[in-house]
């Protein structure tokens, strides 16, 4: 699935089985909890942390899913087009970053 894909089909769902979008501000709490939940599960996987036993059945993709959708509905919601906006991201991260990687001692 391209990314375009994705944001027509994420707003099919939104529009048939989600009835509606939440406003562009419940849609960013949304999206806070769910990187939040991923931060929980890198936590413990490969941080210090241990897992608790309401953890035990914790699913990394899936998570990160709930944060693409999230992502991917404030994007419907603003107008933006994510494939365009990565595009243009990467190219500014090209130009920007173009020996500045290279030259870190602290990456060799």
Known sequence: MTINEAQETVDRWIKTTGIRYFNELTNT??????????????SRKYGEQS????????????????????????????????????EKNLEKKSIRDADRHKNNEKLK
């Open 29 to 42: 709490a949304i999206l806070m909890e769910e990187v939040g939940e991923v931060a929980r599960i890198m």
């Open 51 to 86: 897992f608790k036993k309401s953890d035990e059945e914790v699913n990394l993709a899936d998570e990160m899913a709930d944060v693409m959708f999230v992502l991917i509905c404030l994007a419907n919601q603003t107008g933006i087009n994510l494939t365009d906006a990565l």
